[in-house]
């Protein structure tokens, strides 16, 4: 049997291409949204596959952290040695921790507030994958709305802040990291060293150097190198007082109005495989 | 075709496993990340007389893909599409051996970063600079040639050794 050819004109060609182009970014504009929740049969699938990966991975993972185990054991004398003094502060820290949660919350009583962006639980999930089309600054984890997470809760690790979740299924939730250049939801942070608090915009993070640059400081201020930095709790989406790094350098911009702070963040980016999710606590009636 | 599909899978798999838990303090764990998956499809190319079983298992690992790793829809399946047209007028004038099959998983993992890139710029409202895709790119050159190599020997190996004729 002969095949037909068909014959398309150049102008038609051109037009059917631009068509395409609209269609495919149009459809991927939606597609590529970190936020997007997954249908029923898409969470259905990624809850399978990942239940199949970690017992997949299980053996890889106890043999990591077995690795891992012994190289901790190497260090643990030089450890045991630099937090001997920070022990011996301990109960005294224990003493005044609980002193000021009691006038914390009889602050709270007497001024009726009976919730406050800070007031959460831990859920510790362990990280799946890291997500690729976004260049790995997604993590997936292993807890999801049947957990009780849900998007835009804050996630931690031992360190400090990682990210917060954007989008779960049922078994499994997506973290996007602090690292990712969001140019809407920028998080607020708060500068501080013993004297000084200052408040500024993390811009974006550099790759090469690994810093977080910190931006929306007037170049009046004084801020000094070690200072540490943590969420704000201003934005409403991060609690106060989370631990995110640092301050390593300190430039000005062309203008010299503003400072642009360089960041070195206390969670290491390229090795998270455990974390917690900050659960906000029920409201009390 | 059983061993085809279960190297497939065992790629598959490697995306997820390596892209997270390779974490080892000596070496940076990015130098590992490279898209297993995408590699898989260039060296199976080879095993099949017939497209149409092969675009099936395209379509298949695209659309996993899309859903386990990248939490899109089609947006990898087009792409693995596209890798498939070059790889296949490639095919035409460039011999399969050892070193051509690493340019051209090399060349598969560079389109498909690219088009990622021109894609989520294009798409999304973040900042993807062409500074990382860079440094992706080159940090996934060094495992994307022993991946390569690894699997064009192996399959070659165990696939001739058992079935001695391509996928009709």
């Known amino acids: 049997m002969k095949k037909k050819n068909i014959n398309i004109k150049p102008k038609y060609t051109i037009l059917i291409i631009i068509f395409s182009i609209i269609v495919i970014v149009t459809v991927f504009s939606h597609t590529l949204k970190e936020d997007r929740q997954l249908n029923k049969f898409e969470s259905f699938i990624k809850d399978t596959v990942t239940s199949v990966e970690k017992i997949v991975f299980y053996p890889f993972k106890f043999v990591i952290n077995k690795v891992d185990d012994y190289k901790e054991l190497n260090n643990i004398r030089k450890k045991y040695q630099s937090l001997l003094p920070e022990v011996e502060r301990i109960d005294s820290l224990n003493a005044e921790n609980i002193e000021l949660r009691k006038q914390l919350k009889a602050l709270k009583e007497e001024l009726n507030i009976t919730y406050t962006i800070n007031d959460y639980e831990y859920l510790n999930a362990t990280v799946i994958n890291r997500n690729i089309a976004h260049w790995y600054n997604t993590i997936t984890i292993d807890k999801g709305s049947y957990n009780g997470v849900e998007p835009d809760m804050v996630v931690v690790n031992s360190s400090g802040l990682i990210g917060r979740v954007v989008s779960t299924t049922t078994f499994t939730s997506d973290v996007r990291l602090i690292t990712t250049s969001d140019t809407i939801n920028k998080i607020s942070v708060t500068i501080s060293d013993n004297n000084t608090s200052v408040n500024g915009l993390i811009k974006n993070y550099n790759y090469n150097t690994k810093y977080l640059e910190v931006e929306g400081i007037s170049n009046t201020e004084k801020i000094t190198e070690g200072a540490y930095v943590y969420t704000s709790g201003l934005g409403g989406i991060f609690p106060s007082g989370i631990l995110i790094g640092t301050v390593k350098n300190i430039t000005t911009d062309e203008y010299d109005l503003a400072k642009i702070i360089d960041v070195s963040p206390v969670a290491n980016f390229d090795d998270i495989n455990y974390v917690a999710v900050l659960k906000r606590k029920e409201i009390e009636k | ?168």
């Open chain 2, 1 to 168: 075709m059983i061993v085809i599909i279960i190297y497939t899978i065992i790629s598959f798999l490697l995306d997820g496993l390596l892209s997270n838990y390779m974490s080892i303090n000596i070496i940076d764990p990015s130098y590992f990340r490279t898209i297993y998956s995408i590699i898989s499809l260039v060296i199976i190319y080879n095993y099949f007389d017939n497209n149409t079983k092969y675009l099936k298992i395209l379509l298949v690992l695209g659309m996993f893909f899309d859903i386990v790793y990248t939490n899109t829809f089609l947006l990898n399946v087009v792409i693995f599409l596209i890798i498939y047209l070059i790889i296949k007028k490639i095919n035409i004038f460039i011999p399969n051996n050892i070193f051509t099959i690493n340019l051209k998983s090399i060349l598969s993992i560079t389109i498909y970063h690219i088009l990622s890139y021109l894609i989520l710029l294009l798409s999304n409202y973040h900042n993807y600079s062409i500074r990382l895709l860079t440094l992706i790119l080159s940090r996934s050159i060094i495992v994307t040639i022993i991946y390569t190599t690894i699997s064009y020997l192996l399959l070659k190996k165990i696939y001739f050794k058992i079935y001695d004729k391509k996928i009709k």
